[in-house]
């Protein structure tokens, strides 16, 4: 009895206080997404292959809200990295190794500890093609959206889902409005 009890103790601790994905070259595990509260603790450790920076958004185009994912790299000489994240919304990464590998993309959301999560952070706003040639398609967004090239400077603004992109020259544009940040690459 106090073996069973001492068992559901520490899954129960293990579950409330800290959260774990093994990297290695052939993906995350247990899961590449996990649900935590503002401030819970996340391990990522490092499951083998080389080294695994673990970066911002995923190369479908999604990003993370509100703010972007600070990079956290485990290797074979820093076998593990516990980190928090205090701001709530919908974390996106990827293995800056191998970006290509989409078995190393993982999805945090963080949820506030009191109040859960506001409609717009669970939202999944989908920006495609990507890379894009003529139109640009935004799913799941209500609100102006202002695309910027890489010197900051306002190329377009609408509110439409659908964005005639034909005439930006060739190059990385930044996506903005009130509840996203992303990027998609003009062929």
């Known amino acids: 009895m106090k073996t069973i009890l001492l068992s559901i103790l520490l899954l129960t601790s293990t579950s409330i206080f ?23 603790s996340i391990e990522f450790i490092h499951g083998g292959g080389g080294q695994h920076p673990m970066t911002e958004g995923w190369q479908s185009g999604e990003y993370s809200t509100p703010i972007p ?14 980190f928090t994240l205090d701001t709530p919304g919908v974390y996106y ?7 290509a590998n989409d078995d190393l993309w993982g999805k945090i959301t963080v ?16 920006i495609s093609p990507n890379p894009v040639v003529d139109v640009l398609s935004l799913s799941n967004i209500e609100e102006e ?43």
């Open 111 to 126: 949820l506030d500890s009191g109040a859960g999560v506001l409609e717009n952070q669970m939202t999944r706003v989908v």
């Open 69 to 82: 994912f600070a990079t956290q790299t485990v290797s074979f000489s820093n076998p593990s990295v516990t």
């Open 18 to 40: 800290a959260q774990s994905m093994t990297l290695s070259h052939s993906g995350i595990t247990p899961n590449s997404e996990l649900t935590v509260t503002v401030g819970q």
């Open 93 to 99: 990464f990827h293995c800056g190794t191998n970006p």
């Open 145 to 187: 959206v202002f695309i910027y090239d890489t010197k900051g400077e306002m190329m377009m603004k609408t509110s439409s889902k659908t964005v005639d992109v034909s005439q930006l020259p060739s190059g990385v544009y930044i996506v903005k409005s009130k509840s996203l940040r992303s990027k998609f690459i003009k062929q």
